[in-house]
């Protein structure tokens, strides 16, 4: 098993609907969560961290965990075309010195 | 201080060759990690340092490649005899030991292998 697992897509959106992504890990330690954006040819961008359960919302992002499920999610509301790109998950794992592995990533993209 | 920063941006190598590529993290980061990236994968982790201690090292991550941190703040990434697999992006992120773990990347090294 994948110590980070993400659904690699496409997904595909039509402007303005809510786009969901999903991850889910293996670590049952792990407490810190993040998720980063990837425009072609560019490094990732931190645009959402979590580390208790729930929903934490920033603008249009939210970011969902339940760490019972071992699951995290990233919802996008009123997708914007701008918004397409690859959306990595971050896991930090506990049991690995506190090291940070990632997801292949979902790719997105929002139709105008 | 603008960010981690990475150098060179860009590196064409024949095989064979040896390459280092520096990473400067954000000031007062003591975590700095290394990752590579090829095309439609997520980042791999290669390497993960904590002030000057390399506390993990992946199991994939052969004997070619060694990282060093020396002093606690920027790092290096040494490349031995380069091979056509070797062809990547090389990422470099930093993160705080304290408050809030959020790690940042830099722009990355992209390596060609030819």
């Known amino acids: 098993q994948k110590e980070v697992e993400q659904n690699s897509g496409p997904l595909s959106v039509p402007e303005g609907a809510i786009a969901s992504l999903n991850c889910t890990y293996s670590d049952r330690g792990s407490q810190s969560f993040f998720w980063y954006r990837q425009y072609s040819g560019k490094s990732p961008e931190l645009i959402m961290s979590?580390?208790?359960?729930g929903d934490k919302e920033d603008g249009r992002f939210t970011a969902q965990l339940n760490k019972a499920s071992q699951y995290v999610s990233l919802l996008i509301r009123d997708s914007q075309p701008s918004d397409s790109a690859t959306y990595l998950c971050?896991?930090?794992?506990?049991?690995?010195?506190?090291?940070?592995?990632f997801g292949a990533g979902t790719r997105l993209t929002v139709k105008p | 201080d603008t960010g981690v920063s990475q150098n060179p941006r860009h590196k064409i190598t024949k095989r064979g060759q040896n390459v280092t590529f520096r990473c400067d993290p954000i000031?007062?980061?003591?975590?700095l990690y290394w990752y590579r990236q090829t095309l439609g994968q997520g980042p791999e982790f290669l390497t993960y340092?904590?002030?000057?201690?390399?506390?993990?090292k992946s199991r994939l991550l052969s004997d070619r490649f060694s990282a060093e941190r020396p002093k606690g703040s920027f790092s290096t990434l040494e490349i031995q005899r380069t091979e056509q697999g070797d062809s990547a992006m090389y990422l470099c992120a930093s993160s705080p030991w304290t408050g809030l773990p959020e790690a940042f990347f830099g722009q990355g090294t992209r390596l060609t292998v030819v």
């Open positions: 000031s007062e980061h003591n975590r």
């Open positions: 340092f904590q002030n000057e201690a390399q506390l993990e």
């Open positions: 971050a896991v930090k794992i506990l049991t690995n010195n506190n090291d940070m592995r």
């Open positions: 979590i580390y208790s359960n």
